[in-house]
Each structure stands twice: as structure tokens, then as C-alpha cells.
């Protein structure tokens, strides 16, 4: 208990220090711009292809699980559309992004302690936390929605297309379904825990490079620990998102 | 000048600094010695507040280092330029992106003037048509040279150098030491070098302070060094059959 308070201690100094005043902005909103490309942008394709087969695989469950003539065949395309918006789009997402995003920004950024580069940061002047971090965080906070949006259209039309080439649904009982009783808060809801996810991730990961002690056995062992503790932190925060939300 | 007075430093209950007091003068290239871990580095990291202490005083010319706080801090280090062991020259970065990061952090120069002293560094340490290499494309002693390059690009007050020439063959080491002692007088800056090199010491050593288990044990410089009475500075000295004979002769 005492181990977890300290370590979640170290956590808030070290965010306090991140959202200090920038030394210079404009070094900032250029170390911004490459962090949204390389965050951001390079996420694109494992989004795309994930989101693509989970709302294929979801049309067709949807469709093995409610083979019964009382149930109106729309009702997959009904059925992938929430899923995909209310959870697969935010939180499977989330989880994949921890896994790429965030073992990429721990590895990078205990690299860079074990290396003396933070040091050199510090020695100049510069506030190294907030220099790595928060380019990081706004650059995440600013793209992983523009992500789910892009999840969400790609799942949809990865269902469309695994259910009319599977012939479990025709393709206007599926447009019917996906707009049938459409309720656009689901969106803004899954936006919203997009955010608080891609806040988790980001300073989480940082925060287990930034304090990495030893050598590339230490940054490989931070790297595992962001993930894990990236993804065990967005299950509890999307239990608690959902109530407060959707209650 | 840098000023120590009374500096304690221990780790976890184990002392690694006890009680050292030293004064390093501005141009002249101060030197620690000592083996390895006799606690040179935190010493170094400790001056520069990389390492907070338990106590004593640092005083960088008139200001009390180790009593300001963060942000006064941060001004301080402006004046500071530092080469590191394994060199800390950012990997994402080129060489010419390295040396213009101060420039660009704290100064509000064109792109013109910047890219003018950022080549003026580079050819003051002899690295020519190296600008967009990455630190990865380079050798260790390229490396140095760049990171020295980084280091005075704003003019500093303050040069600190740890270990400058490890990993380094006998003549580059000799090459890089040499620039230091040339960068130390050329700008007149308080210069304190890290090292356990003898043949540093006896390059460039003008003020050359010995740290043995912590304590200061010795200081003077490199022509008081070979008639010292102090047994475990002759030990490090003389560690070596080819120094031993030496001292024989003496």
C-alpha cells in the first residue's frame, strides 16, 4: 500500500512538472506536430485493419447468435453499429494503442534516462518532463479521437462486407439496421472515454520511462509495465466512464 | 568560480561524499580524479543539482546554488554546458539539430545566426559536412567532439566534463582533452573535468583535485602530483609496472 501511494505520489509530481509553463512555445508545437505523426498518423494502419476484421467478426456472430425468425435481420447491422461504437471502437482500441503507443513512448523515454539525454535536458534548463511528455498527451488527446471516428467507420464497413459476402444479411437490411434508432450520444460517450484512455496511456507509459533506473533491462521491464498497467487502467476507468455515463 | 564547502552526500544510509571542500577557478581546466567509484560523478552530478545533497554549500561566483529552487535553478544552467560520459547527444536529432537545440530553447536568433553559430561550433571542435548525420552514423570521438560542440554553443560560464576520453584510443583522447583545455581559456569558463586518466592529468591538469572513498584526499596540480606523499594517490598514480618504474627512478 505504501509502495502503490508513493509510486502514485511520484505520478502526480511528475504531471504537475509536465503541465508547467513551456520554456518556448513555439519548440513545443513543432515537437507537438511530430508527435502527431508519429502517435498518431502511424497508428492508422493497425486501427484500420483491426477495426476492419473486429466488425466483420462481429456481424457474423451477431448473425450465427440470433438465427431465429422472430428477430428482424437488421438487427445485426443494429447490433455491430453499438458495439462497435459503444465498446469495440474506444476500448478495444484503447488496449491495442496501449500495447503499440505505449511500450513505444516508455522504451523511448527510458532510453533516453539511461542514456544521460534527460540529464543533458536538465542540464541546459529545460524541463525535461514536460519537453517529453506533454507534446505526447496533447498530440494523443488531439488524434486518438480522430482514431475511434476512423474505427468506427472502418468496423461498421468491415461488417457490411463480411455480412453480404457471408449472405447473412443483405446489404439494405444492413444500412437499415445501422440507422435504425440511432442515438448520437453513443458517440460522444465513446469520444469521451477515447480521452480520458488516451490521457491513461500516454502518462502512464511516461511515467514508467521517465523514472527508469539501470539499463536496457530496466527500460524493456518499464516498457512491459506501461502496457500493463495502461491496460489494466483503462478496463477499471471504462467500468467507471460507463456508469457515470451512460447511468 | 565554483565554490564547495562542507558537501555530504550519501545514497539509501551509505555515504558516498563526506565532508568536501574545493574551490575550482575560472580558466583553468580543474580536474577530479579517483578510481572508479570513488564518487566523482555524483560529485559532478551533485555540483550541477543533478543530485541534491545533505548538506553544504555550492556557489556558482556569488549565488548560492544548492538553496535556489527550481526555476532559479534553471537559470543557472543556462550558463552551464556539460559532455557527458557516453556523450547524451539526442539520437532523434542530427548533428546540426543537436548543437542548434540550446539555441533554439533559449534564444530568439534568425535562422540565419543560428545556422552561423551552429557551423561556427561544429568547425571549433574540426567536425566539417557532418550537420545532417544522426549520433548513430558517427564515431565515439566525433560524438564527443559534437557533444562539446552542444555544450558551448551558447557561451557558457561553466563546462563540466565527465570521463571526456573513455572509450576513446590514446590519441584521440589526447585530441579531445587538448580542446577542452584550448575551449577553457579561449571563453575563460570554470572547466571541471571528470577523469581517471593519467594521461589527462598530466595534459591538462592545472588544478586537479583527488577523491578517494568520498574524501578529498589530495589537491594540487600536475607537477606537484609526482612528488605527493599522499599513499593512495601514489597507488592510483603509480598503479601501472611502467609508472611504478618511474616513480623508482624519481
Given amino acids: 500500500m505504501l509502495k ?15 503541465f508547467s509553463r513551456p520554456e518556448k512555445p513555439s519548440v513545443y508545437y513543432k515537437q507537438t506536430m511530430h508527435e502527431l505523426v508519429y502517435l498518431g498518423l502511424n497508428s492508422i494502419g493497425i486501427i484500420t485493419v483491426i477495426s476492419f476484421f473486429m466488425g466483420a467478426v462481429i456481424t457474423l456472430q451477431t448473425a450465427y447468435n440470433t438465427e431465429n425468425p422472430i428477430y428482424p435481420t437488421y438487427l445485426i447491422g443494429l447490433g455491430c453499429r453499438d458495439s462497435i461504437i459503444l465498446e469495440f471502437s474506444s476500448t478495444v482500441a484503447a488496449l491495442i494503442l496501449a500495447g503499440k503507443v505505449g511500450s513505444s513512448i516508455a522504451s523511448e523515454i527510458g532510453t533516453m534516462r539511461v542514456t544521460e539525454q534527460i540529464d543533458a535536458l536538465e542540464i541546459m534548463g529545460v524541463n525535461s518532463a514536460s519537453y517529453l511528455i506533454l507534446p505526447k498527451i496533447i498530440a494523443t488527446l488531439l ?36 440507422q435504425y434508432a440511432f442515438i448520437p450520444y453513443y458517440i460522444t460517450y465513446s469520444l469521451i472515454k477515447t480521452l480520458f484512455f ?6 502512464v507509459s511516461a511515467f514508467q520511462g521517465y523514472f527508469v533506473e539501470g539499463g536496457s533491462l530496466e527500460v524493456g521491464r518499464a516498457s512491459t509495465k506501461a502496457v500493463v498497467f495502461s491496460s489494466v487502467l483503462i478496463l477499471l476507468f471504462n467500468v467507471i466512464l460507463t456508469q457515470l455515463l451512460l447511468s | 568560480m565554483i565554490t564547495i564547502k562542507s558537501l555530504n552526500k550519501s545514497f539509501n544510509g551509505k555515504q558516498v561524499l563526506t565532508d568536501i571542500s574545493v574551490a575550482f577557478e575560472p580558466g583553468k581546466t580543474n580536474l577530479i580524479i579517483g578510481r572508479s567509484g570513488s564518487g566523482k560523478t555524483v560529485l559532478l552530478k551533485s555540483i550541477v543539482g543533478l543530485h541534491d545533497i545533505e548538506s553544504g554549500e555550492i556557489w556558482y561566483d556569488d549565488v548560492l546554488f544548492n538553496k535556489l529552487d527550481f526555476n532559479a535553478k534553471k537559470e543557472i544552467r543556462k550558463e552551464i554546458g556539460m559532455l557527458f560520459q557516453g556523450s547524451a547527444l539526442f539520437d532523434s ?71 571526456p576520453n573513455s572509450g576513446l584510443d590514446p590519441i584521440t583522447a589526447i585530441l579531445i582533452d587538448e580542446l577542452i583545455k584550448e575551449l577553457t581559456e579561449e571563453y575563460n569558463m570554470t572547466t571541471i573535468v571528470n577523469t581517471h586518466d593519467m ?17 578529498k584526499c589530495w589537491e594540487g596540480n600536475k607537477d606537484d602530483i609526482l612528488d605527493s606523499d599522499c599513499t593512495t594517490l601514489n597507488d592510483f598514480v603509480f598503479a601501472n609496472a611502467l609508472a611504478k618504474q618511474l616513480k623508482a627512478s624519481l
Fill in chain 1, 4 to 18: 502503490f501511494l508513493t509510486q502514485f505520489g511520484r505520478y502526480v509530481l511528475l504531471l504537475k512538472k509536465v
Fill in chain 1, 143 to 178: 488524434f486518438n479521437p480522430v482514431l475511434t471516428l476512423l474505427s468506427i467507420c472502418v468496423g461498421i464497413f468491415g461488417g457490411w462486407i463480411a455480412g453480404t459476402m457471408a449472405g447473412v444479411i443483405t446489404s439494405e437490411d444492413f444500412i437499415y439496421g445501422i
Fill in chain 1, 198 to 203: 488516451a490521457f491513461i496511456i500516454t502518462s
Fill in chain 2, 93 to 163: 536529432l542530427t548533428v546540426d539539430q543537436n548543437v542548434r537545440f540550446p539555441l533554439d530553447m533559449f534564444t530568439d536568433k534568425t535562422e540565419e545566426e543560428k545556422k552561423d553559430r551552429v557551423n561556427f561550433c561544429l568547425q571549433r571542435v574540426n567536425i566539417i559536412n557532418a550537420n545532417n548525420l544522426f549520433p548513430s552514423e558517427l564515431s565515439g570521438g566525433m560524438k564527443k567532439r559534437v557533444a562539446i560542440a552542444r555544450a558551448i554553443c551558447l557561451n557558457p560560464k561553466y563546462l563540466f566534463c565527465d570521463e
Fill in chain 2, 199 to 215: 594521461n589527462s592529468v598530466m595534459q591538462i591538469g592545472e588544478k586537479i583535485v583527488f577523491i578517494s572513498e568520498g574524501l
